[in-house]
């Protein structure tokens, strides 16, 4: 037993030592291979640097140039990357707790916070004018319901012309007066200009078509007559019509009288109030409608309105499809107003058939029936509608209807009424 285990530590011995050699080989050989690569540079630096004291001065400085470019290189494509290079992106859905203030964030005022005032929305226009239709807005509409309408006699002599504030008025009758001179009756409400003119005298038949309106009636003398059918000036008293007359009117000196007076619907309505005629009557309003749409309107209309023998006092009347209105000349020039210069227009045209009587006094005045029934062409969305007239009373507003005697629904603004002998003789299409 003893001799097998002196055996066994003796082998075990031995193996001990020929691990020992092997390890001790290998530190050796490692040792060596260090060595080995520590000779290699040793001679590399050697090399370079017999190399460098031989050398020429172009190649020195190549060798050095090299490497500091490309470590200027690699330097600013790490500086481009790591300030403007990609981020990693937070992941596009996160648990976020609501009920979470920032303790920072809960100590501040509401007063520290800057807020942003979004643009109001618009107010909508849903207030219709019984007079043309125009829209306004709620608030619009209640101021204007304190104050009257206004009717106004406007000068139309060539030596009044051009004419100021003709263009604003939401009504406008065209008649004849004495020797073939036509004279306007224009209803202000939805507009406020404050220079109107030039101002003349009343006539019987515009008294008889403002009457429906009850307005404020501005003027500059009358016709006085002992025959009712004329005599405007007694009549306005007879019916009790709100005379303003020529209360806050005023002439200007660039013009020679009479064609030189002028108001201002804004002191008409102060002059109003004080004399406490405030508050819109009650008004029978037409039917109105929008626009037609583009494609249903017509192409091309150009018509002409034959007042008397004097082309001064001829109309004409030239569609635009784009507006949708009718611009007017007068006396073969553009009937351009004298304030804006702009150019007169309306968005309904209509000429009618009235009875028209005269002279009938030393004064060459005419009777023209207002009542009754005549016949009509209405000018709409650059067509003609023909058909008819109709005035109950003298309080009554006027009626159109079509051929189908259907009651005409007109465009939203100006419509301008046009009276003459007859419809066919005074009234020619000159382009359509």
Request: glycine share 8%.
């Amino acid at each position: 037993m003893k001799n097998k285990e002196i055996n066994l530590s003796s082998a075990s011995l031995d193996e001990e030592k020929e691990i020992g050699k092997e390890e001790k080989n290998d530190e050796v050989k490692k040792g060596g291979e260090k060595k080995g690569i520590k000779e290699k540079i040793i001679n590399l630096i050697e090399k370079f640097r017999s190399w460098w004291e031989t050398a020429p001065r172009n190649k020195k400085i190549l060798v050095i140039t090299i490497p500091a470019l490309l470590i200027l290189g690699l330097s600013a494509f790490f500086f481009y990357y790591t300030i403007y290079g990609p981020r990693t992106r937070p992941p596009q859905l996160l648990s976020i707790d609501t009920n979470y203030i920032p303790p920072k964030l809960e100590k501040r005022r509401i007063d520290d916070f800057k807020f942003v005032t979004l643009p109001q929305p618009s107010v909508p226009r849903t207030e219709e004018s019984p007079i043309n239709g125009r829209l306004f807005t709620r608030e619009e509409m209640d101021e204007m319901l304190e104050r009257r309408p206004i009717a106004a006699i406007i000068n139309n002599h060539i030596d009044s012309r051009p004419t100021s504030g003709l263009r604003e008025a939401d009504l406008v009758y065209e008649a004849l007066v004495e020797s073939g001179i036509t004279r306007f009756l224009a209803i202000y409400w939805g507009n406020e200009p404050n220079k109107v003119g030039t101002m003349r005298s009343a006539r019987q038949y515009y008294v008889e078509w403002l009457s429906p309106f009850d307005p404020l009636f501005v003027y500059d003398g009358f016709a006085a007559s002992s025959d009712p059918r004329v005599d405007a000036g007694g009549n306005i008293g007879r019916y009790g019509i709100k005379s303003i007359a020529t209360a806050g009117a005023w002439r200007v000196s660039d013009r020679r009288a009479p064609h030189n007076e002028y108001f201002s619907t804004i002191k008409t309505w102060e002059i109003a109030q004080e004399r406490g005629w405030e508050g819109f009557p009650e008004v029978e309003s037409w039917d109105f409608k929008n626009d037609a749409h583009l494609n249903d309107r017509g192409e091309r209309f150009k018509g002409k309105v034959n007042f008397s023998n004097s082309e001064n006092y001829n109309v004409t009347w030239e569609y635009d499809k784009a507006t949708n209105r009718y611009y007017r000349s007068i006396g073969g020039l553009p009937d351009n107003d004298l304030e804006t210069g702009q150019q007169i227009s309306a968005k309904n045209i209509i000429i009618q058939q009235v009875n028209i009587e005269g002279p009938v006094d030393n004064y060459s005045r005419l009777v023209i029936t207002t009542t009754g029934s005549g016949s009509a062409a209405i000018l709409q969305d650059g067509k003609v509608i023909y058909g008819k007239w109709e005035k109950d009373d003298r309080t009554s507003r006027t009626r159109y209807y079509d051929g189908n005697n259907q009651e005409i629904e007109f465009n939203r603004g100006l419509t301008w009424i046009s009276s003459v002998r007859q419809l066919q003789q005074n009234f020619d299409i000159i382009e359509q």
